[in-house]
């Protein structure tokens, strides 16, 4: 199974801030990572596929990059709105492997 | 706009079978994409628990394959979730979710249901 892990495991921060979440895989999945944002008691919202394309509706102010065994999910600047917990997963192969997420919580 | 609902008992007993149905509303799962279901324990992350293609072919995660089938019902627009001899480490939220493409691997999970509540207790 690929492994995938998140860094930090937490953050706080403060409207406007830049935010930058890293997601590691244990091996090569090219670009095959995607990005969900998760708020309490609510199911998963897809964010980000396949790296960095953005899903209809996604501010732009949300940002992926990278490749290989190393991404990143950048807020530019931080919304009231974004506080919740992300999670990364990778598409590569079967099982499908997620992230442990990063919270996302105000200063 | 493709909406997911999933149903089922809140409450099972250990070593007991879990059965969960998710309802696709607005789309025929005929039409294509896989269709699984994805697991969250109280507090912790969410993990894959298998997927189904509309032609029947599954694939399932390798930590509850011997206890697990997913199942569909195209005439109802349904499928479903079986989980057997469960224990209190099977305990999480449980949401069906669709693929984005008509792809398992290389896609990502574009609609998800609002996600049912399990407890495995006695």
């Known amino acids: 199974d690929i492994q995938m892990t998140q860094s930090p495991s937490s953050l706080s921060a403060s409207v406007g801030d830049r935010v930058t979440i890293t997601c590691r895989a244990s091996q090569n999945i090219n670009t095959y990572l995607n990005w969900y944002q998760q708020k309490p008691g609510k199911a998963p919202k897809f964010l980000i596929f396949?790296?960095?394309t953005l899903q209809s509706g996604v501010p732009a102010r949300f940002s992926g990059s990278g490749s290989g065994t190393d991404f990143t999910l950048t807020i530019s600047r931080l919304q009231q709105e974004d506080f919740a917990t992300y999670y990364c997963q990778q598409s590569y192969s079967t099982p499908l492997t997620f992230g442990g997420g990063t919270k996302v919580e105000i200063k | 706009q493709v909406q997911l609902q999933e149903s089922g008992p809140g409450l099972v007993k250990p070593s007991e079978t879990l059965s969960l149905i998710c309802t696709v509303s607005?789309?025929?799962?005929?039409?294509?994409?896989?269709w699984g279901w994805v697991r969250q324990p109280p507090g912790k992350g969410l993990e894959w628990v298998g997927s189904i293609h509309h032609t029947g072919s599954t694939y399932y995660n390798p930590s509850l394959k011997s206890r697990i089938i997913i199942g569909v019902d195209t005439s109802k627009n349904q499928f479903s979730l079986n989980l057997s001899s469960v224990t209190a480490a099977d305990t999480a939220v449980y949401y069906c979710a669709k693929t984005y493409y008509d792809i398992l691997a290389g896609s990502a999970m574009d609609v998800w249901g609002q996600g049912t509540t399990v407890t495995v207790s006695s």
């Open positions: 396949r790296t960095s």
């Open positions: 607005d789309f025929s799962i005929s039409s294509g994409y896989y």
